[in-house]
């Protein structure tokens, strides 16, 4: 079962910002929060990834709750190029493989 | 980044016959990989867990005699859906554990049997 549980569906205009939100209630310590989105009939692309600190790349910001019991992916400025599905999953890092498995994932749609 | 290359695209194959699909990690090791399938707007769904020199795990309900996952090298895993039937039809993902970005996926495979 997956570890994550985000909102069906969301709209965000054009050039504002999008806020996707994602629960993880029992995220073990070592365990990191990882978003990828993904764009009709492709492979899920990597957006960013933390661990407790908020975190900021060309792509996206994300913020961690201080528990790490719920995180927000950020981006600043959607264009319709962000519609995709956007999912929130959580793993650890180190300690051997550990398989992710995927929620539903959050459709973003973009409206001009 | 992580270049996960997977191949083919697509394929459209008869039913009855048997199709590869690989999954190379072109700039990084990858001692485990993972296949997913999704049907259309579903999520993906993980099959198998493959890891290098063993044999692949399976998840529940996943017949592995069916969905034959090779894993021989440190950047090569392959999963050949084995006579292959219209049901088999979806889009199958690999993804490799990379220890920079944490998972790093394949473009995906369309299969179509007809």
């Known amino acids: 079962d997956a570890k994550t549980t985000q909102p069906t569906s969301m709209d965000c205009a054009e050039g504002r910002a999008a806020n996707l939100p994602c629960n993880h209630s029992?995220?073990?310590?070592?365990?990191?929060v990882y978003w990828y989105r993904q764009i009709h009939s492709q492979g899920p692309q990597y957006i960013i990834h933390?661990?407790?600190n908020n975190e900021t790349n060309e792509m996206a910001s994300l913020i961690i709750t201080e528990d790490r019991k719920s995180s927000t992916l950020i981006l600043p400025h959607a264009t319709l190029r962000d519609t995709a599905v956007y999912y929130c999953?959580?793993?650890?890092?180190?300690?051997?493989?550990?398989?992710?498995?995927f929620g539903t994932g959050t459709k973003l749609q973009v409206i001009p | 980044g992580a270049v996960v290359s997977q191949h083919p695209s697509w394929v459209i194959c008869k039913s009855g016959t048997s199709v590869k699909i690989e999954c190379r990690s072109l700039?990084?090791?990858?001692?485990?990989m993972f296949w997913y399938r999704q049907f259309p707007k579903q999520s993906l769904m993980l099959m198998a867990t493959s890891n290098e020199g063993s044999k692949a795990t399976y998840e529940q309900g996943v017949e592995k005699d069916k969905f034959l996952i090779n894993h021989a090298s440190l950047t090569l895993s392959t999963l050949t859906v084995t006579s292959a039937h219209p049901e088999d039809s979806s889009f199958y993902i690999c993804?490799?554990?990379?220890?920079?970005?944490?998972?790093?996926f394949g473009s995906g495979t369309r299969l179509t049997v007809v």
């Open positions: 700039d990084f090791q990858a001692t485990t």
């Open positions: 933390g661990l407790k």
């Open positions: 993804s490799a554990r990379d220890m920079d970005y944490g998972y790093t």
């Open positions: 029992t995220i073990s310590g070592n365990e990191y």
């Open positions: 999953i959580v793993s650890a890092r180190s300690g051997g493989y550990q398989k992710v498995t």
